[in-house]
């Protein structure tokens, strides 16, 4: 049997169409997704991650496997949602940071927020919640102009420097 949404899928990635993901009814994404949350959040964020990866041809190399996962850990950036036909309201996750811990090493590898919510401040609002979890961490390189110009911002110094 196909999951929910599955359909959507198959045509997002056809057409390319960047959709938030929105949870199973009765369900919730966690803050801070990890190999240990539901399979159906892993999912998610690897579409996310998928649509990242068609914006800036980076290439995708992640997957649901909890080998993917095991030094993974995921920031939800959410928006609510009310549904009218189904009188719900629900939070959708509408980006994703990813971090990496490797050799006692934290690396914020990714950051992707849809599109439509771009430029409202949620990487600078989400920032502290990161240092807190991490402390000091790394940001992995390429970085774009708009990183950089974060980074700057936020007075970001490279844990090595």
Not at 95 to 115: D, R, V
């Amino acid at each position: 049997m196909a999951y929910s949404g599955e359909k959507e899928a198959r045509e997002a990635r056809r057409e390319k169409i960047i959709r938030p993901q929105k949870p199973y009814r009765n369900s919730h994404f966690d803050q801070w997704v990890t190999k240990d949350s539901g399979f159906w959040q892993r999912k998610h964020y690897v579409q996310l991650r998928r649509y990242q990866s068609y914006e800036c041809n980076d290439g995708m190399r992640m997957d649901t496997s909890d080998d993917c996962w095991r030094d993974f850990v995921g920031y939800s950036f959410l928006a609510e949602y009310f549904d009218e036909r189904i009188d719900d309201k629900r939070s959708w996750l509408i980006g994703t940071a990813g971090f990496t811990h490797k050799q006692s090493k934290t690396t914020l590898e990714y950051c992707w927020i849809h599109p439509f919510w771009r430029g409202e401040g949620l990487l600078k609002h989400a920032w502290p919640s990161f240092i807190e979890r991490f402390g000091e961490f790394y940001v992995s390189e390429p970085r774009t102009n708009s990183m950089r110009g974060f980074l700057q911002s936020v007075g970001y110094q490279d844990p090595s420097r």
